[in-house]
């Protein structure tokens, strides 16, 4: 959980899809909330309805949501509570679903990935193609 | 009614506190508050950001302190006034 006083809240969601993808957005989102670079929540609090979840999106500075595939249900879990956040679809980012092996390389590369375009994003410098949402 | 206010205790959760029983006071409603302090607890409620407050037991807002007026239209709408 985030303080109200730490500031800068960056929440984080994977859509944990059955695909290798899936498996792969759901580690690189627990990593990231491991390594401080936001905060893992539950997608499936949202997709539920459940007040707290929903108004704590709405209450944080940032939404991040990372998808396996281009579906893009956690980045839609999201836009139905009427949050817009920053997206991240692993297969724009060079992963194919079904051909991802889920090893901790391909983690660690996602989530190197996501913080770096995030960087360049909150300049106003966003890599093309990184399914980042300001382009 | 039940005020709860989910927070581990910094003055923002002090002042929603106050803005929650100030706004309950005038709008002549019973009430009480309840302080939910421990992480587990609120993160049971689904939030993930404080401070946050609850109305009989259902979150609506978190991670910020709402204006007198959200919390007085909140405090009306809830059917148990």
């Known amino acids: 959980m985030t303080d109200c006083c730490s500031g800068g809240t960056k929440l984080i969601y994977p859509c944990s899809g059955c695909a290798d993808v899936g498996e792969i957005a759901d580690n690189a989102a627990r990593k990231l909330s491991r390594d401080n670079f936001g905060k893992m929540t539950c997608l499936a609090g949202v997709g ?6 929903i108004e704590s999106a709405k209450g944080a500075d940032e939404n991040i949501t990372i998808d396996g595939c281009p579906v893009a249900c956690a980045r839609k879990t999201l836009e139905c509570v009427g949050v817009k956040p920053s997206s991240f679809v692993l297969t724009e980012m060079g992963l194919a679903k079904g051909k991802t092996p889920v090893t901790a390389e391909a983690v660690k590369d996602i989530c190197a990935k996501i913080m770096k375009t995030h960087q360049n994003a909150d300049t106003g410098n966003c890599a093309p193609g990184s399914g980042c949402c300001c382009g | 009614m039940k005020l709860e206010i989910l927070g581990t205790g910094c003055p923002k959760c002090k002042k929603l506190t106050e803005l929650a ?7 002549g409603l019973s009430f009480e508050i309840v302080k939910v302090v421990q992480i587990n607890d609120i ?16 979150v609506v807002v978190a991670g910020r302190i709402p204006s007198k007026e959200e919390i007085k239209k ?8």
């Open chain 1, 48 to 53: 539920a309805r459940i007040p707290g979840f």
């Open chain 2, 21 to 27: 029983q100030e706004t309950a006071t005038e709008l």
């Open chain 2, 43 to 58: 993160m049971n409620y689904g939030v993930m950001i404080t401070p946050a407050l609850a109305i009989d037991g259902k």
């Open chain 2, 74 to 81: 909140w405090l009306l709408e809830n059917p148990t006034k």
